[in-house]
């Protein structure tokens, strides 16, 4: 097993044991933040733990981020899906073949 893979089992294990004990998910990604300098780790525990999609437990992690790290992060996350828009955007533009 990676350690990455160990990491995320071991935050995982972390959240199943606070939601058991009434902490809701903000509870968890503030806490799983303060374990791991990684949050795509956090965001993959709380997914694990909660049963959340991965895009509802992104959302609950960026949102407990340090503020200048959750800025960072979300611009990265816009220029993600602007490069990803554009890529659509040129594949639907019909190629003119010389023939």
Do not use: C, F, Y
């Not at 089992?9 to 933040?33: K, N, V």
């Amino acid at each position: 097993m990676t350690d990455r893979m160990e990491r995320i089992r071991l935050l995982t294990e972390i959240a199943r044991a606070m939601l058991a004990s009434g902490a809701d998910a903000d509870q968890l990604a503030q806490e799983l933040l303060r374990r791991t300098d990684s949050p795509i780790s956090a965001i993959k525990a709380v997914a694990d733990a909660t049963g959340m999609g991965l895009g509802d437990a992104k959302w609950v992690v960026h949102r407990n981020l340090n503020p200048q790290v959750r800025k960072a992060a979300e611009g990265l996350w816009d220029e993600l899906l602007d490069g990803v828009r554009k890529l659509q955007e040129s594949s639907d533009v019909p190629h003119q073949h010389s023939d």
